[in-house]
């Protein structure tokens, strides 16, 4: 194929990716689809779903539309045709009479995308509704009281004091709490009592004491009044205050009545299991009840319920998917309709009345109606002042009353003479009495705009002078003698002068308000101003106008007193009764008398293209206008000053030739006249005209067609005088003059000056112009010297004429030529060129016309020269179409119009074949590029040209029946390929600087070759395919992968993709089943080649997955489409159809398998969803940590201001609680505080943990070496990562289950827990957050991710019919559209939003949980190997898991539980046997479901909890259940822990459902079953008390740490329990941010497995190893060997997971110098199992910790703490913690305000913040002295103290801030009790404070232990200020790289410093001779000593400081010298001595 050049290599500079060109894929050859489909013939007859392999016969067919006319009658004159002999004209005529030719594609609906199929496929049915619990409301709780409680038994219930729970403290009166106690039986028979806070008690309660487990009740006056006490079992107990003594005696005695019921009752139960405990009933049992009794049929239900789900009645994927919710107009193209008429915006015009002031009754007998006094006639039209143009014809109108009209005599029968021999066909169609009085006309206007204006003009019959006539008009007195004066004299004028008018009068309104044609109806039409008889023409008429908003210049024009009624409005679509401007009239016309008819007024549009539509209709109309006679210079008539003008139309110049009768008449006369009168102008030699002459224009015109003009003087006079000597005589002939009509065959137009001659003999035309001398013809008496007296202008509206001489031309030379076609060669070039120059607004008129007849002379020609230069000329005028914007006018040519000529082998060519040969000839890179970026540019036109060429010359030589490769020659495939391969250059290279042309190219090529499948040889068009692909390689710039992903997607649209894939086994040998398929799960050569367009398509998807993100993106939605558009295709919708084409698709997985660990995300979303710890599913949201690639994604939002401080939160995987109110995960709280280096690389330290490739690290980090970029590590995006999966499920849900098993088979162990690793994601990346969550995340906050695409809806060359249309079909679809998810913020958006996600959700979970049934049936031993502990069993346990962490509805949780509980059955080893790991985290979830909202889920949950102990006694043999036992109270302490609120109501009637079911259960009654259960429901409420102090401080991190920790500490016999509550305490400090305490969690749960494994005798080493680490662990060694210690599962490998844990967190907390520490203990055990991979690794990590501590010693970027002493102070709110003293530690550097600040609020939503006082001081408080209305909080910054002793020991920073247990701080004091004083009086107090344990330890806060103060004497104050200036000047100046400004700012501080403070202030003080009495000796010496060390190390900083400046600071460096010197001066002087100065510096 050919490579790109070398230039555009080069060019490709800017390629973002840095590596060297990559190795191109190899191409793989497709197979001969046309002899494949032969020989297969057998195969694919017989196959059941052969429709899919087949093409159909009838794909497409030619049709003849026949064309819509909106007249009665064509606009082509009958005999038009046979008269026109001009191949102008006919080609015109024939343009008009033909009917569309097109070409139907009988599937094109299927060739879309699926968004434009057919079928209303994406319509959803009505979606079930789903209920989840997240949607529940949050504070709704069905009546708790009802829903715990059974009817029947003890209740009561009343007000009680309850003293503090926590026997620790002293209860003292103050504690005392009222509330409102309950006490009730709950529905296993158990009672509670609940306390509230007041008496609504259907609330939850604050918190409930469990009596089964209370052992007495007694009275206990010791504290207070009517007191009693519960003793409870673990020896704490409750302390109760009734009101009074009877209250106290009821209580008692109520309670003490339900302990003795409860102790029976144990009793019974005791007896019963002793009872039967061998009895022999049980051992029969043992064997039937595998299956326990409630659910005997457990099997088949389950296996009915997954048989029913795999049905078809579920909900299709992908119609819920958001792309198929949006609606998407970008690929719909618009519809294309036929060429139109269009017109402009129209204006109807009502003319009602026209009335003077002056008026009278006409008739003789004056009787009759009063009216104007005369005839008067108006005359409409359009003036456009803005561009000083008339723009409309003029519409002629008479208003006169019928009596007026009589006063004009009949016109002399010459005008009316036999109307046979009229051009126009009118008389046959109308009759001429309904045009007679028009009232009603349309105007049109193209460009409306406020400047045009509306003219009248106004007219009478021709009297005298227009001032003399109008002055009666113009008085306003009376008038009646006046009218009959001037009624008489237009009798005698009228009878007289009838047939000649003169100027009256005008008048104007605008029309329009703006330039969208808002018609202005409120405008009214001017005064009636008098014509002024020099202003007349038009060109005055616009001056007129120009000031016609200029009150001022109006005022000025004399008026005439009437009144015109005219009105305009809107036209109606379609109007009845109408007539167009050549009186033909449109459908829905009525023939009768009666009728109005309404008249088109022809507008004259602007000669631009932009305003020219192709013409549809014949018209062909000439308007003549007689501008100016020059007649004062002529000598030759005596009189000739009342001039009027004849005109006439005349087709011969014979003396008898009579003029054609083909003027537009005048209105009540006939329609057509022979000729036409101007007005007069009375005494006027040199007259203006402004009339307008409508000629309708025979068909073909010729020379002898001319104007003729007579010019008549008329007399005026009619004076009595002479009454009878001569005949009066009207008018006397004046001249004549004659206009030709025709020049070089083109029509005259424009203005005209001709000569006036005073005879007319005949043949007159052939004389020649005066004064050129020669007389051919007769002679001629010219007046006036022959000079052009006579100024006429004409105008032509035709679309048969073209006024453009290149287009005429050409024409006139191809009809030449037609008849001898030898000519055709250079000549035709020349004129071919000239085309070039046509006027833009022609060619769009004749666009069809022009078209044709180039694409006649392309197929004629024999010279390639002229096909080349058609070509060209064609591009030209598409271009110019485009380039204006009319674009549709093409296409609808092409679709409409184009019709390819008859082919006749032996003369004509094909244009298929020339066109794309001369395409090839102009792409050419040696041709002229700015043609060929035209063509590229405008390609699409010639491709479809192309394309319905190839259609037409296929049907009509019958050429359909051949075979596809014998339908074309081999010429023709010759140049298809070429124009593939020279137009692909083009497109690779200049996507930069001609990215449109590139595009277009690309895109028409698409369109082309997917095309080219239905007429084709198949195997040739994918050739093609693959030609087009081997331009691109990957790395190629982002554009060309739009390019080839627009090119594949729109090929794969293809109507039959489906067929051309051929989905069908392509075995050896026989003819092979379906059954039997060798199915391709990955893209093997020999896929590609079977199935070549999915298999080329799977192959770039592939490739583009290894590219950036938005080229991933394409490729992905192209995929997805596409597998939409097949599931929504209503051909295929049979199951059977869709498993088929499922098998296409099956090397997706191969796809999705290679990029497993890039979808492998399992956060969603940048919420942090557990807001304020409600109940939602808590996932800690967090990047997956163990991916050194990963980068997080920062969400952008714009609430986001410090994203670059929370980066590192992001990293370091911490989503703090503090952020539930900015929906924003990267906001670690107080980034300041915390956003110091916590390392980029966190955490990735390690391998993953729970994954089984314990190399995924490694793996990744191989492939990953810069450079080499073959395998991508970054994550795939959301968005990216559900379109895959949405393919995975889709394919995994349509697929047939022997495909599915075939796949199992054949994969690798990795890829089967790669399958599974992606099932599982699916469920994360779909799972529903809930309508609020929906809510919110549409109000902006959450991550609403728009492609462009849809975000706006382009209406492509807005047609916007089709998009109408469109919309309407989409809106019909009941709402179940998201409008692209512009989301609106309605109810209703969010509701169908939350709909469609819960639907989604529900689908994605059944179709997982059938692939997991199907695969557990069918691979259950793999599954059972290692008593069901294998990898592959935990990864698919995971999955099962993931469901029940995922928020799920109802249906799907329903089941899910099923399926578990067949999960449980199959393999009830996995749970009870080995590592109780999946019990354990079974448990836990299933719990959490008896807590769920729902009665449902409780219920099914309780049922699956009693069937996994029920299961579990069964499996031990009827003995015990001791391992769900176990498992079930660790569960409950998590969720505890967790803060689900659990404990509640709910939770309790669950417990109850589970010992009912005990109860109940027959088969087990005989044994300690039921007892046991009930044992462990007790024992599950007891732990649950601890919940209600838990709720209390779930805000408080330290309270609740603490609280957990006591829990921890009660169960240091059972381990398993311990580690559950450290566990939980980890949690807490992760999510708040702090790591080191987690670590130390972490270390403490390691510690307490390794001590019991020691106990155990499996491991060596016990907790005391962990010493080195921290002193604390030794509380893990009191660990009690117990009951607690049956069925514990640790081993070595839990500890090993749990060393590797813990290196992790020390790692995360930076802590990294004890990671050795923890490794020391691992390397011996990898060592002893040679696991060297393992071993590999950790020392790598070692490596990289100690490369961290230098790195970390060399910048001092670690801070490992800040420390504070807390202290809080007020009984009544702090309880037992008032008084008490804490040391906390905060993260990082925490500021005093901020920790300050946090306590403040923390309290303060607590209690109150009017309740809240912070002490600011930090000395010793008095509580006496605070008042007890406040809770007091005292907080004090403290540093670790070490003494000088123990500094020698830790040298390193790090040792110094690890382990520490003592810190101190000072406070300066003086003895007369103020704070500071001068330096001789100041001492300070320095108090140190022990805490409890070191830190860092599991809490983050320890009490002080004891404190100790010392007080400092003012000297001794001096030696310690002094001192630690001196050591931080040695710091600074030995530390390897010097912090030059620390050094300067501590310099300046030390030398430049006023008098009187700093240094010298205490050598003055202590020193000075004065004063050196009151000191001690040894005190004095040790000042001084230090006074030398200080001034020596000024020096050496001083030095070094030199050494460091630039030339900028040298003179401040000198400044700082001399001061120094003043200063070791003035202290020589006090100490007595020479203060050693001699250092290099200063010489």
Same mark, same amino acid.
């Given at each position: ?25 190899k ?23 052969r ?10 067919q ?8 909106p ?15 001009s ?29 434009q ?20 409301e ?34 003292t009166m ?12 709950l ?31 007694v ?7 009517f ?20 209250e106290m ?35 029969m ?12 049929e ?25 792309? *198929? ?47 104007n006094?005369?005839p ?12 000083n ?12 009353h019928?009596?007026?009209r ?15 021999d ?10 001429e009495?309904?045009l ?7 105007f ?12 009248a ?22 008038s009646?003698?006046v ?18 008018? &003169?100027?009256?009068?005008? *008048?104007a309104r605008?029309?329009?308000?703006d ?8 405008a009214? @039409?001017?005064?009636?101003?008098r ?9 005055d ?49 009525e ?5 109005l ?7 004259f ?5 932009k ?38 139309f005349?087709?011969s ?7 054609l ?5 005048r ?45 008549f003087h ?20 004046v ?5 030709q009509?025709?020049?070089?065959g ?11 001659s ?5 043949g007159?035309l ?9 007389h ?7 007046v006036?010297?022959?000079?052009p007296?006579?100024k ?26 037609e008849s ?20 833009g ?10 078209l ?63 066109l ?14 700015l ?11 010639f ?54 042309a ?8 698409a369109? @082309? ?12 068009v ?11 390689a990957?790395?190629?710039p ?6 080839k992903f ?10 039959h ?7 069908m ?63 929504f ?10 498993a ?11 796809l ?20 304020a710890?409600s109940?939602?599913?808590e ?6 940590a ?28 911490i989503a ?12 670690v709280r107080?980034a ?27 793996k ?27 393919? @995975? ?11 599915? @098993?075939?796949?199992?088979n054949?994969a ?20 529903y ?22 975000q706006?809806?382009?209406v492509s060359r807005?047609?916007t ?7 309407q079909?989409?809106?019909?679809l ?20 939350s ?6 959700a529900t ?9 997991l049934?199907l ?8 599954l ?10 935990k990864?698919v ?21 099923s ?29 959490k ?15 699956l909890?009693?069937f ?22 660790i ?15 709910r ?22 079953f ?10 599950i ?21 603490d ?20 566990d939980?305490?980890?949690k ?54 117990d ?30 110098e ?21 071993? *590999?690794?950790?020392y ?17 970027k ?8 807390v ?13 008490k ?32 006082r912070m002490?600011?001081d ?6 006496k ?16 103290y ?11 920073e ?9 810190? &101190? ?17 100041q001492c ?8 409890i ?14 404190q ?14 002094m001192?630690?200036?001196?050591a931080e ?14 050094l ?48 020596e190390a ?19 460096q ?30």
């Open positions: 194929s050919p490579q790109k050049s070398l230039d555009a290599a080069a060019s490709e500079a800017e390629v973002d990716n840095p590596i060297e060109v990559l190795a191109k894929p191409l793989i050859e497709p197979i001969d689809y046309e002899n494949v489909i032969v020989q297969k013939k057998t195969q694919i007859l017989n196959d059941a779903l429709e899919m392999l087949l093409f159909p016969y009838d794909d497409f030619t049709a003849i539309l026949i064309r819509q006319r007249y009665i009658c064509s606009t082509v004159p009958d005999n038009a045709e046979k008269e026109a002999h191949l102008f004209v006919t080609e015109c005529i024939k343009t008009y009479n033909s009917d569309w030719h097109v070409v139907n594609y009988k599937y094109e609906d299927y060739s879309g995308e699926f968004r199929l057919p079928n209303k496929g994406t319509k959803l049915e009505k979606l079930p509704v789903h209920v989840y619990e997240v949607d529940e949050a504070d709704k709780d069905e009546d708790a009281a009802s829903l715990g409680s059974q009817k029947g038994g003890i209740t009561k219930q009343g007000w009680l004091y309850k003293g503090n729970m926590n026997s620790a403290i002293s209860v103050r504690s005392f709490k009222r509330r409102f106690f309950h006490l009730l039986q529905g296993d028979g158990s009672y509670n009592l609940n306390f509230y806070k007041d008496e609504k008690i259907s609330k939850e309660p604050k918190g409930s004491i469990f009596l089964d487990s209370c052992m007495g009740v009275q206990n006056n010791k504290v207070r009044r007191a009693f006490e519960l003793k409870m079992q673990d020896k704490s107990s409750y302390l109760l205050a009734a009101d009074s003594e009877t005696e009821e209580w008692i005695t109520t309670l003490n009545k339900i302990l003795q019921l409860n102790f029976e009752a144990a009793m019974q139960e005791k007896r019963n299991g002793d009872l039967h405990e061998d009895d022999e009933q049980s051992k049992d043992s064997s039937s009840s595998s299956l326990d009794s409630y659910l005997p457990i099997t088949k239900a389950s296996r009915d319920s997954e048989t029913k789900f795999k049905s078809e009645s579920r909900v299709k994927l992908f119609a819920l998917d958001p792309d *198929a919710q949006k609606l998407d107009f970008s690929g719909i193209e618009p519809e294309v309709k036929p060429f139109e008429e269009k017109c402009g915006k129209k204006i109807l015009v009502k003319c009602h009345d026209l009335s003077f002031n002056l008026q009278s009754c006409v008739a003789e007998n004056e009787e009759g109606p009063t009216t006094v005369e008067f006639f108006i005359t409409l039209s359009l003036f456009d002042i803005k561009y143009r008339k723009i409309s014809s003029d519409f002629l109108v008479d208003l006169n019928s009596t007026v009589h006063m004009i005599p009949n016109a002399p029968h010459q005008f009316l003479n036999g109307s046979s009229c051009l126009h066909r009118i008389k046959d169609i109308i009759p009495v309904m007679q009085y028009p009232k009603q006309g349309v049109s206007v193209t460009c409306p705009h406020p400047d045009i204006f509306l003219v003009r106004i007219e009478k019959v021709l009297q005298g002078s227009i001032t003399h006539c109008a002055e009666p008009y113009m008085k306003s007195s009376d009646s003698k009218a009959q004066k001037v009624l008489k004299n237009a009798k005698q004028a009228c009878q007289r002068l009838g047939q000649y008018r &003169m100027p009256f009068a005008w *008048a605008p029309l329009f308000k330039a969208s044609g808002t018609l202005d109806k409120n009214r @039409f001017s005064a009636l101003y014509q002024d008889s020099n202003k007349l023409s038009n060109e008429m616009l001056k007129l106008l120009a000031d016609f908003r200029k009150p001022e210049k109006m005022a000025k024009l004399p008026v005439i007193l009437g009144n015109l009624d005219i009105t305009i409005d809107n036209v109606f679509p379609d109007i009845p009764n109408y007539v167009n401007s050549s009186y033909i009239p449109m459908k829905q016309f023939n009768s008398t009666k009728t008819v309404t008249f088109e007024v022809e507008e549009v602007p000669c631009i293209p305003h020219t539509q192709p013409f549809t209709i014949y018209n062909n109309h000439l308007y003549v206008y007689p501008k100016h006679l020059k007649y004062d210079s002529q000598k030759s008539f005596a009189k000739a000053r009342n001039i009027a003008v004849c005109i006439e005349k087709d110049d014979d003396e008898d030739s009579l003029p009768k083909c003027i537009y008449g209105p009540g006369g006939p329609v057509f006249t022979r000729q036409a009168f101007a007005t007069v102008l009375h005494h006027h030699h040199n007259p203006e005209f402004y009339d307008e002459v409508k000629i309708e224009l025979p068909t073909q015109l010729h020379e002898k067609h001319h104007l003729l003009f007579t010019f008329v007399s005026c006079d009619n004076s009595s005088k002479g009454t009878t000597k001569k005949k009066d005589i009207v008018e006397t002939q001249g004549y003059s004659w206009l009509l025709l020049k070089d083109r029509v005259v137009t424009n203005e005209q000056h001709i000569p006036v005073a005879n007319i003999p005949s007159y052939n004389n020649q112009e005066p004064g050129t001398g020669k051919s013809g007769p002679e001629i008496k010219w006036d010297g022959g000079k007296l006579l006429v202008s004409t105008h032509l509206v035709s679309t048969v004429y073209t006024q453009d001489q290149h287009l005429n031309n050409f024409f006139q030379y191809c009809q030449k030529t001898g076609a030898q000519a055709l060669g250079a000549d035709l070039v020349k004129y071919l060129k000239s085309l070039h120059a046509m006027e607004y022609v060619m769009i008129a004749f666009l069809p016309t022009i044709n007849q180039l694409f006649r002379v392309l197929t004629r020609t024999t010279q390639e020269d002229v096909a080349v230069n058609v070509t060209r000329v064609i591009i030209h005028v598409v271009a110019q179409c485009h380039e204006e914007g009319l674009d549709s006018y093409l296409r609808s040519y092409v679709k409409y119009a184009y019709k390819a000529e008859p082919y006749i082998a032996s003369e004509y060519k094909t244009v298929h074949e020339e794309a040969k001369s395409m090839t000839t102009i792409l050419k890179p040696s041709a002229d590029f043609t060929s970026n035209k063509l590229l540019k405008y390609s699409w036109f491709f479809e040209i192309l394309i319905k060429s190839m259609a037409q010359h296929l049907i009509e030589n019958s050429k359909v029946k051949l075979l596809r490769n014998q339908r074309f020659p081999a010429s023709y495939h010759h140049a298809v390929e070429t124009v593939v391969n020279m137009l692909m250059p083009h497109i690779t290279q200049k996507y930069k600087d001609n990215p449109e590139s595009k277009n190219a690309n895109h028409s090529l369109v @082309f070759i997917k095309r080219c499948f239905t007429f084709m040889d198949r195997g040739f994918f050739k093609q395919i693959n030609n087009y692909v081997s331009f691109f990957p790395g190629d982002k554009t060309l992968f739009e390019f627009e090119f594949l997607r729109v090929v794969c649209n293809h109507e993709y489906i067929p051309l894939n051929l989905p086994p392509f075995g050896k040998g026989r003819i092979q089943r379906y059954q039997d398929l060798q199915l391709d799960y990955s893209l093997s050569d020999e896929f590609c080649k079977n199935h070549f367009l999915v298999g080329l398509l799977l192959r770039e998807v592939g490739n583009a997955l290894q590219e950036f993100r938005d080229i991933r993106q394409i490729a992905i939605s192209v995929l997805k489409n596409l597998m939409i558009k097949h599931a295709d209503d051909r295929y919708a049979s199951r059977s159809h869709q088929r084409i499922a098998t296409l698709y099956l090397p997706v997985f191969g999705l398998i290679e990029n497993a660990h890039r979808i492998d995300v399992k956060d969603i979303s940048p919420f942090p969803i557990n807001a710890g109940s939602t599913k996932e800690a949201v967090s990047l997956p163990s991916n050194p690639l990963v980068t997080p994604q920062k969400s952008v939002n714009a609430l986001d201001n410090n994203l670059h401080k929370d980066l590192f939160g992001a990293i370091s995987g703090s609680p503090y952020t539930s109110s900015t929906p924003n995960v990267n906001c107080n300041d505080s915390r956003g110091s280096l916590i390392s980029t690389d966190s955490g990735n330290s390690l391998p993953e943990r729970h994954s089984e490739k314990s190399n995924s690290l490694d990744n980090q191989q492939t990953c070496t810069p450079g080499s970029s073959v395998v991508r590590c970054d994550k795939l995006d959301q968005s990216e990562i559900k379109s895959l999966l949405m393919c @995975f499920l889709h394919i995994l849900k349509s697929m047939s289950d022997d495909a599915l @098993f075939t796949y199992w054949k690798s162990p990795p890829e089967l827990m790669d399958f599974f690793t992606i099932a599982e994601v699916c469920l994360h990346q779909f799972q957050m809930g309508k609020r969550y929906i809510a919110r995340n549409q109000e902006g906050l959450g991550p609403i991710v728009h492609d462009r695409k849809s706006t809806l382009p807005n047609r019919g089709m998009m109408h249309a469109r919309l079909q989409l809106s019909s009941d709402n179940s559209l998201t409008f692209s998810h512009s989301y609106g913020h309605s109810e209703a958006d969010v509701l169908h939003q709909l469609l996600e819960a639907n989604i689908e994605v979970c059944l179709t997982i949980l059938d692939t049934s695969f557990t049936t069918a691979f259950k031993n793999q059972l190997t290692d008593h069901g502990h294998n990898p592959l069993m990864k346990f995971d999955v099962y898991l993931c469901f029940l962490k995922k928020n799920q509805s109802e249906t799907a949780l329903k089941n899910v539980f399926a578990l509980r067949s999960l449980i059955f199959r393999f009830p080893s996995t749970f009870y046997e080995g590592r109780a790991d999946m019990c354990s985290a079974l448990c836990y979830e299933i719990l479901c008896c807590n769920s909202k729902l009665s449902s889920i409780r219920m099914e949950a309780s049922q909890l009693y996994l102990m029920r299961n579990n006694f069964d499996y031990t043999g009827k003995r015990s259940f001791v391992r769900t036992h176990l498992q079930v109270i569960s409950v302490s998590q969720l505890i822990a967790d803060v689900v609120g659990i404990g509640g109501t939770f309790q009637q669950s417990l109850s459902i589970i010992n009912n079911c005990a109860n109940s259960d027959r088969l087990i009654k005989h044994t300690t039921p007892s046991d259960v009930k044992d462990l429901t007790k024992r409420r007891t732990v649950l008390m601890a919940t209600a102090q838990m709720k209390e401080h779930e805000n408080d991190p330290e309270m609740l740490v609280l957990q920790y006591s829990l921890a500490k009660s169960y240091a016999s059972t381990p398993e329990l311990r580690k559950t509550w450290l939980s305490m980890a807490i400090h992760v999510k708040n941010g702090d790591l080191s305490e987690a670590a130390m969690c972490y270390v403490h749960v390691t510690a307490l497995v390794a001590e019991y494994l020691l106990r155990k005798g499996m491991f060596k080493q016990g907790c005391s190893s962990f010493r080195v680490i921290t002193p604390n662990i030794d509380e893990e060694a009191s660990m009690m060997e009951v607690g210690m049956q069925d514990v599962h640790f081993n070595e490998d839990v500890l090993m997971e749990l060393l590797e844990q813990c290196a992790d967190g020390l790692w995360k907390a930076e802590r990294y004890l990671i050795a520490d923890i490794y020391k203990l691992i390397i011996p055990i990898y060592e002893k199992r040679r696991d060297f991979e393992r071993l *590999a690794h950790l790598d990590t070692l490596h990289r910790a100690y490369s961290k501590v230098t790195e970390v010693m060399h910048t001092g670690r801070l490992l703490g800040t420390y504070f002493r202290a809080f102070f007020g009984q009544g709110f702090f309880e037992d913690e008032d008084g003293e804490y040391i906390y530690k905060e993260p990082k550097l925490t500021p005093l305000s901020e920790i300050s600040q946090r306590l403040q609020k923390l309290y303060s939503d607590k209690f109150g913040s009017e309740n809240v002490i600011q930090s000395g010793k408080v008095n509580p002295d605070l008042d007890s209305k406040y809770a007091y909080i005292q907080v004090t910054h403290v540093v670790p070490f003494e000088e002793k123990e500094l020698q020991e830790r040298k390193t790090f040792e110094r801030n690890h382990n520490i247990r003592r810190f &101190m701080f000072e406070m300066p004091f003086t003895h007369l009790g103020k704070r500071r004083g001068g330096v001789e009086e300070k107090r320095r108090t140190i404070l022990t805490a344990h070191c830190f860092p330890y599991v809490k983050k806060r320890i009490p002080v232990m004891y100790h103060h010392t007080d400092l004497n003012p000297i001794e104050v001096a030696i310690d200020e001192s630690k200036k001196v000047l040695r710091q600074l100046c030995s530390s390897t790289e010097v912090d030059m400004i620390k300067q700012l501590k310099l300046q501080g030390s030398v430049s410093v006023q008098v009187n403070a700093g240094p010298l202030a205490y050598a003055r003080a202590f020193l000075d001779d004065t004063n050196t009495k009151r000191y001690p000796d040894n005190k004095l010496k040790l000042l001084k000593e230090v006074f030398r060390q200080f001034v000024c020096g050496q900083a001083l030095e070094v400081n030199e050494r460091l400046i630039k030339e900028d600071q040298i003179e401040y000198e400044e700082m010298k001399a001061n120094f010197r003043e200063m070791a001066k003035e202290l020589s002087e006090i100490m007595h001595e020479q203060v050693c100065t001699e250092r290099k510096v200063f010489h």
